[in-house]
């Protein structure tokens, strides 16, 4: 499982990583175009419903999205597909959230530069 998937995954299942890292990742930090649309249902769904989405809820918001192809749907889906396999493994939190500003931080200044 890669660090971006990793993230996502906790994010969904984890409230207080959720709150630690949230307002300290962007958008453009994700490389794939699937885990930026996750990434964004994640955050709209915390900001409306001050708790993180559940996997089921994510689904049926990205099948509700007029913005994207079938393809993207389905990319979404198996992503969802994958984070779920992973579920009950648990991550140690504070690895992840030095981790996760590590990534940040170096995602920046590439994207700076």
Request: proline residues 3%; charged residues 30%; contains cysteine.
């Amino acid at each position: 499982m890669k660090l971006e998937q990793t993230i996502l995954k906790t994010l969904i299942q984890n409230e207080d990583f959720l709150r630690k890292v949230l307002p300290f990742i962007k958008t453009e930090y994700f490389s794939e175009n699937t885990e930026k649309v996750l990434f964004n249902e994640i955050t709209s769904f915390t900001e409306t419903y001050n708790h993180p989405p559940s996997v089921e809820a994510l689904s049926i918001a990205i099948k509700e999205k007029n913005t994207l192809t079938d393809d993207e749907v389905k990319g979404c889906e198996s992503y969802l597909e994958e984070i779920e396999k992973h579920s009950k493994e648990q991550t140690e939190v504070q690895w992840l959230v030095d981790k996760t500003e590590k990534f940040c931080q170096e995602k920046a200044i590439y994207n700076a530069v």
